[in-house]
T-cell receptor
C-alpha cells in the first residue's frame, strides 16, 4: 500500500517568504509526527498529533512555525517569514495508534532551502 | 532536558562486527530505538528495547542496554556493505511523549 508522502520534495524560497509543507500519512494512522533534519544534525522533533487530542507543540523552534492536521489525516507545516537557518529536510512520519512500541513510518522528506 | 548522544562516525571492514554506542540522559526513558537511514532513503526502524530488558537479539542485530549507565549499543554481526548508513539512537518516555533522536552515527563498511 501507499506509504507516507510529502510535498513538495524540494522547495527553494527567499528569506522572509512563507512556505507550506504537506504530509499525507498512511491511511488509518492516527499519529503523525513532524521532524527537522539539518545538515550534520540529528532529527529534531517539531510537533506530534495523536487522534483528536491537542498536538504536542513543544518542539516548535519559534512562533513562526505552526502546523495543523485537518480531519485527522493530512497535515500542513507552515513556516512564516523564513530565515536561512530554517533550511533543512523536514520529515513527516505516521504510526497506527501513536503507541511507543509502534514503528514510525517516515516519508521521503521535503528539502527546504532558504536563500 | 533530555539529550541523546552518539559518536558521529564509525568505519569497519566487511565481515567484522560493528558496535554503535549511544548514551541518554532521561532516566525515565522507557523505549529505546535504533533507526537506520540509508543514502537517499527515509528512516527505518531496526529494533527497539524496553527499559526493563538488558538485551534483545534479532538475527544479526544485538541491542544491549545498561540502564544504570544509561548506555545503549547496537551490534551488527558480519557487517556487510549494505549496512553502510546512518544509525540513529532514540528514546521515548511513554506513548504520549515526543521521541528524542541522537545526531546519528555514520557507518562506513570497507570492502
Amino acid at each position: 500500500g501507499a506509504g507516507v508522502s510529502q510535498s513538495p520534495s524540494n522547495k527553494v524560497t527567499e528569506k522572509g517568504k512563507d512556505v507550506e509543507l504537506r504530509c499525507d500519512p498512511i491511511s488509518g494512522h492516527t499519529a503523525l509526527y513532524w521532524y527537522r533534519q539539518s545538515l550534520g544534525q540529528g532529527l529534531e522533533f517539531l510537533i506530534y498529533f495523536q487522534g483528536n487530542s491537542a498536538p504536542d507543540k513543544s518542539g516548535l523552534p519559534s512562533d513562526r512555525f505552526s502546523a495543523e492536521r485537518t480531519g485527522g489525516s493530512v497535515s500542513t507545516l507552515t513556516i512564516q517569514r523564513t530565515q536561512q537557518e530554517d533550511s533543512a529536510v523536514y520529515l513527516c512520519a505516521s504510526s497506527p495508534g501513536g503507541l511507543a512500541e509502534e514503528t514510525q513510518y517516515f516519508g521521503p522528506g521535503t528539502r527546504l532551502l532558504v536563500l | 532536558g533530555e539529550d541523546v548522544e552518539q559518536s558521529l562516525f564509525l568505519s569497519v571492514r566487511e565481515g567484522d562486527s560493528s558496535v554503535i554506542n549511544c548514551t541518554y540522559t532521561d532516566s525515565s526513558s522507557t523505549y529505546l530505538y535504533w533507526y537506520k537511514q540509508e543514502p537517499g532513503a527515509g528512516l527505518q526502524l531496526l529494533t527497539y528495547i524496553f527499559s526493563n530488558m538488558d538485551m534483545k537479539q534479532d538475527q544479526r542485530l544485538t541491542v544491549l542496554l545498561n540502564k544504570k549507565d544509561k548506555h545503549l549499543s547496537l551490534r551488527i554481526a558480519d557487517t556487510q556493505t549494505g549496512d553502510s548508513a546512518i544509525y540513529f539512537c532514540a528514546e521515548r518516555e511513554t506513548s504520549y511523549d515526543k521521541v528524542i533522536f541522537g545526531p546519528g552515527t555514520s557507518l562506513s563498511v570497507i570492502p
